[in-house]
């Protein structure tokens, strides 16, 4: 069993075991808290003409809302269970919704054959990459892209895993969503500083814009408000 096998087996595992309702993941926040937020770093370089394609889209929350805001959305994930339960979410058909390894290069032009150049969002993807796979998924970004598209990058920054060692070691410990991450040996990894960058350059794309950010998760603390882990976004494209 390949590494791409083994982690696809582990996300099947643990969307499978899914309700597939928005907010179970311990990363399923809001997009009010997520992607409507987010597409302010994008908004001001992306052509909202073109198609737009969530990479990990999970059971399709973030994906609902961006087909809302583009002219096409679609959403892609490695777990076949994954896209089931954003199909079924969907039943309207707002966006298309497809299984696809990003590490996979045939699979990626495929995609871009048939969208065109598309602008991009992947939250938070990277750092659940092997790393082996990160520069092919980050070729797979510039791919979709292509000339016109341009690219919403956002990863969580080292200091995420203090947050989420301190949730942990909480009293009466992890709490059910985190223990599912566990019990699904889905081994959340760490993204380098500067290494997001570097990918996105070594796949062929031009830095235009980065700060710094908080991913808001469907956890919350006792007093209510969402876990946010310290993260940083890139806006990517070829100028």
């Not at 199909?87 to 390894?101: F, I, K, S, T, V």
């Not at 659940?128 to 979709?144: I, M, Y």
Request: charged share 25%; net charge negative.
């Amino acid at each position: 069993m390949t590494v791409s096998d083994r982690y696809r087996t582990s996300w099947d595992g643990f969307w499978e075991q899914s309700s597939g309702e928005q907010g179970e993941p311990f990363w399923d926040a809001d997009p009010a808290l997520t992607a409507r937020r987010d597409l302010d770093h994008l908004a001001p370089y992306a052509d909202p003409s073109l198609p737009i394609a969530d990479l990990g889209c999970g059971n399709g929350t973030q994906t609902r809302f961006l087909a809302t805001r583009f002219a096409r959305a679609v959403g892609v994930d490695l777990s076949a269970a994954a896209v089931a339960h954003a199909r079924r979410a969907d039943p309207d058909g707002a966006a298309a919704y497809e299984q696809l390894n990003l590490a996979d290069p045939a699979q990626a032009g495929d995609l871009h054959e048939r969208l065109g150049d598309a602008n991009v969002y992947m939250r938070a993807v990277l750092h659940q990459s092997d790393p082996e796979d990160r520069p092919a998924v980050a070729a797979a970004v510039a791919r979709l892209t292509g000339t016109h598209g341009r690219a919403l990058v956002l990863e969580p920054t080292g200091e995420a895993k203090e947050v989420i060692s301190a949730l942990a070691a909480q009293p009466g410990g992890p709490s059910p969503k985190l223990r599912r991450v566990k019990e699904h040996d889905l081994r959340p990894g760490e993204v380098a500083e500067g290494e997001v960058a570097a990918l996105l350059r070594a796949g062929g794309l031009t830095v235009l814009a980065e700060g710094t950010t908080a991913l808001a998760m469907s956890e919350t603390r006792p007093d209510g408000s969402p876990v946010q882990l310290p993260a940083r976004w890139y806006v990517a494209g070829r100028p």
